[in-house]
T-cell receptor, first 110, second 115 residues
Framework: TQLLEQSPQFLSIQEGENLTVYCNSSSVFSSLQWYRQEPGEGPVLLVTVVTGGEVKKLKRLTFQFGDARKDSSLHITAAQPGDTGLYLCAGAGGNNRLAFGKGNQVVVIP | DTGVSQNPRHKITKRGQNVTFRCDPISEHNRLYWYRQTLGQGPEFLTYFQNEAQLEKSRLLSDRFSAERPKGSFSTLEIQRTEQGDSAMYLC?????????????FGPGTRLTVL
């Protein structure tokens, strides 16, 4: 059972466009991580959010943690081909294991 | 490079053979985790260690799987009598207990193919 639902599962956009992907759950998390994964590689950490309502920016990427700490969003401004990848959200529920969603596959077309 | 290394990166084996994977965590990290990822899915938790103690095991970890972390540094994951359903990416992660967020950093993974 996936505790975290990510939508859309697949998104293809043109270079320069903006996009937003979502990570939703009915569970409350003490923190939530976003990772990006390339084919054949491990997930690479992008950001950790901890406080409800928190917004973090990483260059053109903006991450928001929901007020109730159950959901999160990732917004990419002026997407570049290098942003192509699988974006995974993972919630930490206090038992030291991460619960992952299935990911948002993003393809940015030059 | 996150500082977590895994070897080998790829392993092809025949059904019924035993395989062993190694993970070297970030040196100051005392927690080490193993996850498994199949195609189209996110990683699923298998087990984790704090120092040399194995503190939690998922029910995904059948009795053919065993993990060790004998000196609290590197860890090994062994799969005995491999089955085709064991084909997956095996990911190792490490973190520092007591840090504010206990963020986990992943290695590049070991891709296992069971023929």
């Amino acid at each position: 059972t996936q505790l975290l639902e990510q939508s859309p599962q697949f998104l293809s956009i043109q270079e320069g466009e903006n996009l937003t992907v979502y990570c939703n759950s009915s569970s409350v998390f003490s923190s939530l991580q976003w990772y990006r994964q390339e084919p054949g590689e491990g997930p690479v950490l992008l950001v950790t959010v901890v406080t409800g309502g928190e917004v973090k920016k990483l260059k053109r990427l903006t991450f928001q943690f929901g007020d109730a700490r159950k959901d999160s969003s990732l917004h990419i401004t002026a997407a570049q081909p290098g942003d192509t990848g699988l974006y995974l959200c993972a919630g930490a529920g206090g038992n030291n294991r991460l619960a992952f969603g299935k990911g948002n596959q993003v393809v940015v077309i030059p | 490079d996150t500082g977590v290394s895994q070897n080998p990166r790829h392993k092809i084996t025949k059904r019924g053979q035993n395989v062993t994977f190694r993970c070297d965590p970030i040196s100051e990290h005392n927690r080490l985790y193993w996850y498994r990822q199949t195609l189209g899915q996110g990683p699923e938790f298998l087990t984790y260690f704090q120092n040399e103690a194995q503190l939690e095991k998922s029910r995904l970890l059948s009795d053919r799987f065993s993990a060790e972390r004998p000196k609290g540094s590197f860890s090994t994951l062994e799969i005995q009598r491999t089955e085709q359903g064991d084909s997956a990416m095996y990911l190792c992660a490490s973190s520092l207990a007591g840090a504010r967020t206990d963020t986990q950093y992943f290695g590049p993974g070991t891709r296992l193919t069971v023929l």
